[in-house]
């Protein structure tokens, strides 16, 4: 959701989150497309991310959290995704 709506965010994960509003404008793009193609924004932590929309956000730390069991990065390859949304589409 945007603006992210915690008031913690994760400054030791790797993710490729993208706002739904961001998606939808390449979607359309894709949908004739073949194969797996990862969807997603640029590769930041969490906190990066939600930082740009709430300046107010706090840091917290997966390593700091006792028996939390997640993956610090999660982030995708968007190659794929990249070179489809760079080639120009010749009508």
């Known amino acids: 959701e945007k603006p992210f709506v915690h008031k913690y965010a994760f400054a ?3 993710t490729n989150f993208i706002y739904h509003e961001d998606l939808a ?3 359309l793009r894709l949908i004739n ?6 969807l997603g ?4 932590t ?9 300046p ?3 840091k917290i730390y997966v390593r700091k959290i006792k028996g939390l069991n997640f993956p610090l990065d999660s982030s995708m390859n968007l190659k794929k995704l990249k ?4 080639k120009q589409e010749i009508y």
Do not use: C, M, P, R
């Open 33 to 38: 497309k073949k194969g797996i193609i990862n």
């Open 41 to 44: 924004g640029s590769t930041q």
């Open 83 to 86: 070179k489809i949304l760079n």
């Open 12 to 14: 030791d994960v790797l």
């Open 25 to 27: 404008k390449i979607l």
């Open 46 to 54: 969490v906190y990066n991310f939600a930082k740009k929309e709430n």
């Open 56 to 58: 107010d956000i706090k």
